[in-house]
């Protein structure tokens, strides 16, 4: 299984931007799909993650501004973020746990894609 991300780059303080992560190799029955963020100096975090029931999830600090979701028929994910501050720059990663629910620890990620970074300047 591989996990292509893309979509991040330098934006400036209230900007968006739309990640984006397919998956390829195979198909998945029950999954939760998600987008963690790693700043410098800090741990990875879940930022948002979507159940192959419909479940979502979104992390206080992102909650209002980016949104998770997905297209099925093309294996692929998203993850729209507005209102970017300063805060969000991070490498973003996007994962899939192949069990059902919302998973909302990276230990319980099976996949993960190879990172995405997203720079917000003041």
């Known amino acids: 299984v591989q996990l292509q991300a893309s979509g991040g780059g330098l934006v400036q303080t209230g900007g968006s931007l739309r990640l984006a992560c397919t998956a390829s190799?195979?198909?998945?029955?029950?999954?939760?799909m998600g987008w963690f963020r790693q700043a410098p100096g800090k741990e990875r975090e879940l930022v948002a993650a979507i159940s192959s029931a419909g479940g979502t999830f979104h992390d206080t600090s992102v909650k209002g501004r980016f949104t998770i979701s997905r297209d099925s028929t093309k294996n692929t994910w998203y993850l729209q973020m507005s209102s970017l501050k300063p805060e969000d720059t991070a490498v973003y990663y996007c994962?899939?746990?192949?069990?059902?629910?919302?998973?909302?620890?990276?230990?319980?990620?099976?996949?993960w894609g190879q990172g995405t970074l997203v720079t917000v300047s003041s």
């Open positions: 994962a899939v746990a192949v069990v059902p629910g919302v998973m909302f620890r990276a230990t319980a990620y099976d996949y």
């Open positions: 190799g195979r198909t998945f029955g029950s999954y939760c």
